[in-house]
């Protein structure tokens, strides 16, 4: 088991390597201190940013020295846009905004979903199942942005206006946690307040797509020999679906949500920015429309790990669930 | 095979000699689809006696599988009609009409089926022994020691090395013909009174074929299992069959005891097959293989005559076109379905011959 | 080919389905919408490059005034506060013409009066003369409403309070004990006692507003009156989903952005598919160093969630000149929008294309051409590549799909479409018009949107349930 994640640690280390590569020159296509600055900057600021950033040396070294400071986790240069602040001050506070929202959306969408396909698959061809599948149709067909616009003004925005009551703050973030740097300030009913809105929103857009992937995956698995097997041992409806199939349906379950593990901490960045949740999609967002240089190659790094990690993860997971996988 | 002493932890009701096991009638099979509904099992009826191996033999397509998966309902609920007439008739229960707890136990329990596919029959993500376990912890009330005790039992009865070790391996770590034999011992270990096994070498090569025959043979006699073999083999079916009932288009067209059918084949149908089975031997050398042509009906454009008539060489063109034969004792008294069965004395109009004609005799090597 | 594909068994079983056929037929309409507009932009285009005048300008007729704003649409009627608005913009802007020196104009319609075409909707033509009596009358008519309506209001107010004050002492008594009830209950007299003739007055005044509203009405369609005959079906094709914050028409813009959509959608699912399918079959056929590069662009590529990779693409076009002319250059606008989404597009084709041609590899057929002697590049072609027209179909059409809802996402990120109406660009400024209740153009463009969606998405289905074997339904 070791030597297989090592194997794939090792493997992926080249792949990250040139995504950093591939990202870098993206990022240098138009000098990022013009792009900052204007087209006439004053001499003397160009100067200065240039060498902050190194942005004077030849592109090899500059590629060596960031792969370093990667590794090294050093992200102490500070942001342009934001004064005083330094780009690991700003990444690391992003971070827990944006998982008290994805966290529990991914959660939650995984669980409803599954079991709105069990029940799909285990009426299949009847009345509940195709309810629910013309509500699933429907559901994927309304855009985004449409769910979090409405959703926004009818559960918050116009309960406000009206003044009837709402849990639902219209935007805004304050932090939840009882551990970690802001503690003193968290009051746990802040996740109500400001989380639990956006996460229901996650849910529903996610609940259409995932329902009717599930129930596909259900409903191929549940016509495989193995099934027919079981019934002929005498096993019941509920013992064949839940038991039999169930576990071999999870494979490509699992799989799928490994696969939106990069978007769990990078963060839904509509969302943080339709609620104003300074989350890292929120302050990618932001560097970029400031043009704010060394947020914005901090975070790319910092996203392409993110996802090349999850791989890794969503490799071994897979061997630990399907028993054909682990020995080959 | 080497005798294992098994502990019986069944008794076993004795069927009066002459009372059948299994007994089926008037089985018609429909399904919705989306061109109507086609009927793939017509009207059959069979008995299965304590102890018989019962072969049923066709083309593909025929409506052998759906006529084993009716008598275990299990094909799907919501397309499936069974006739109003049809009597499947097991332990005095007309299994198909009864509940789905009936059904859940009996099957695996009393009457145990057997599958084609031994690659993708079993559950890839659970162990052998687990599945051992699944079918003893359904059925009885062993404990967990005494099911795995068993389970392992069972995969020696089956002849399979190291029973201790594979009881804790996965499917895909067993050949073909070691998983083939891991299912026939979960068919088996709960001794029940009757064994379906659907084209259980099909997919075997032809080695391992034999060794699983003679298993299956084995065991039957040590178990007093009656068995449904299907398949579409003759080889097969001269190995192991007792008796034999030929199917053509959701029909029966055929049937009587192995060595009868083999040397005197009434049915046009069941001669032909014999016919077309590949023969060693000088007087065929340079001969062209003899096939049946056209093909089988499709279901849902049936002729209204004899389903079998555009193809046979004997048919008389009239009344084989129009008016489908009924299936009556035949010159051998046992069932038929024909107008003009071999070795009778009815005339008939003979059309010309394509294949070429060696004896019955040959044809059973 | 075409020929052979309608008639296959998946088309027959396609057309059995009748959900499918009707959504195919919806998005055949979108369709023909779509190429009736761009007809009509080409038809303009070529006469205005022989000199002569363009005769639709409809990307002109999403940026014109034709109402005030924030119209509802066709269901929805006015409150007399609302209706009165109406009248007293349209004379708003006419005052601001009549007052002008009209008489010592060579044409007043070419220098003045035409500021006040509401589209179709227009100053009847009539004398000078004729002309300055009607807006007298209405200017007349115009202030009486104009004193009715602030009476009406004041009343309505006064009455309102009193009515409040009342409720509230109401309130009060039933917690009230003996002796105070009594002084309570005086109190509540009195207010009513005043309340009865402000209610008789205001009984008195409303049906005179109301009788003035249609007089000074009508003298504004004297002036102004609404179009009829075949400009009346225009205007009332413009108006009837209302008009947004700045009076445009909102059904001009919803539908014009038919043709956005469709021009995006094409555009990106054409380029990431042919992209797609290039390298990915090459990669497959060819392997070795090929594959290799290939690989290594699809997985680096894909490590970047989609949207930042999006982001970051636009970030890298941004301060290039070329680009700094919305109004003018709109469809260079789009080229950003198209280069972006292709290249974050193309990867998901690329991957299913390799895996399908290196199955196709191992057929016996394509090594049979090769065995006969056909060149590689000639096997690709002609023997693999038709045979993944499925998949490249299929992708197609959900490229191009999400292409148009990405358009969505990346106009409210500020990303997107400028210089034309899109639903991506009426739904994000259409939000902030939800805390005033008008739905209008969101609703309009969001519905249009969503009903393309869903038609795709039955049909999408509907094909690969006749066509896949291995489909669920």
Known sequence: MWAFILRKLLYNIPVYLSIIFLMMLALRVQNPVYAYLGKNPDQQQYDELSRQMGLDDSFPVQYVKFVGKVVTGDFSENSWAQRGRSVKDILVKSIPPSLSVTVPTLFTSVVVSVAIALLSAYYRGRPVDQTLMVLAVLGMSISYLVYIIFGQFFFAGLPAAEGAWTPFAIQGYEPWMPIGPQAEQARLINWVTYCLLPVIIGVVVAMGYDTRFYRAVMVEESSRDYIVTAAAKGASKRKIIFVHMLKNAMIPVITRVMSSLPFLITGSILIEMYFGIPGMGFQLINAITAKDFPVIQSYVALFAAIFILSVILTDVLYALVDPRVRLS | ?365 | MIRRLLRSRGMVKFRRNRLALFASGVIGLYAAIFVAIIGMEIYDGIAQAVGGEAKFSLREGTRIRVLPRQTPGFLESQTPSERYNDIRWHHQRMERIFDRDLESMDDPWVQAFNELDLAERKLQRAELGEILARWEAFDEAFLVLDDLYLERDDMLDLVGSIRDEIADLRGDLRGAEASEAEEIRGEIAALEEELAPEVEYLAEVEPEFFAQEEIARGALLELMPMPTGWEGVKYGFRTFLGSDVSGRSIACRAFYSIKVAFQIGFVVAGISVLIGTVLGAAGAFYAGWVDAIVMWLVTTLSSVPYLVLLVVLAYMFTGSTLFDNPREYPELQLVKLYTAMGLAFWIGTARVIRGEVMKIKELEYVQAATAIGFGRVYILLRHVVPNTAHIMFINFSLLFIGAIKSEVILSFLGLGVSGQPSWGTMISLAKDDLSNYFFWEIGSASFLLFVLVLAFNIVSDALQDAFDPRHVS
Request: with cysteine; aromatic share 4%.
């Open chain 2, 1 to 365: 095979m080497t005798d294992h002493g098994m502990t019986m932890t069944k008794a076993r009701p004795e069927h009066a000699g002459g009372e059948p096991v299994l007994s089926v009638r008037h089985l018609t099979t429909s399904f919705r689809t989306d061109a109507g509904s086609v009927t793939a099992v017509d009207d059959v009826s069979f008995d299965l006696m304590q102890g018989e191996t019962l072969g049923i033999v066709g083309e593909s397509g025929c409506g052998k599988t759906v006529t084993s998966k009716s008598i275990m309902r299990l094909l799907p609920d919501h397309v499936t009609t069974y006739g109003r007439e049809t009597e499947v008739m097991f332990e005095g229960v007309n299994l198909a009409r009864a509940s789905a707890r009936h059904m859940r136990s009996v099957r695996g329990d009393k009457i145990a089926m057997i599958f084609q596919e031994p690659m993708t029959s079993l559950n890839p993500v659970f162990t052998i022994g687990w599945q051992l376990d699944e079918a003893l912890k359904y059925h009885t009330d062993l404990g967990r020691r005494e099911r795995r005790d068993r389970g392992i039992e069972m995969l020696r009865l089956v002849e399979i090395p190291n029973p201790e070790e594979r009881y804790k391996e996965y499917p895909h770590q067993l050949s073909g013909g070691m998983r083939q034999r891991v299912m026939i011992a979960i068919a088996l270990c709960c001794e029940p009174d009757v064994l379906i096994a659907d084209e259980p070498t099909t997919a075997l090569d032809v080695t391992i074929q034999a060794q699983i025959l003679d298993l299956m043979n084995g065991l039957k006699e040590k178990l007093s299992t009656a068995i449904m073999l299907i398949t579409h083999d003759l080889g097969v079916v001269a190995q192991v069959c007792d008796r034999v009932m030929v199917m053509y288009a959701g029909r029966v067209i055929e049937e009587g005891p192995v060595i009868e059918i083999f040397h005197r084949a009434q049915h046009p149908y069941t001669k032909a097959l014999l016919e077309s089975i590949p023969k060693r031997g000088n007087k065929t050398r340079g001969k062209k293989l003899a096939t049946i042509p056209g093909i089988v009906p499709s279901l849902t454009n049936l002729p209204p005559g004899c389903r079998f008539e555009d193809r046979c060489p004997f048919s008389d063109g009239t009344r084989c076109r129009t008016e489908e034969p009924a299936l009556e004792q035949g010159p051998d008294d046992r069932p038929v379905r024909c107008h003009y069965p071999l070795g009778s004395d009815r005339e008939r109009p003979a059309r010309v011959t394509v294949s070429a004609e060696p004896t019955a005799q040959e044809a059973q090597d």
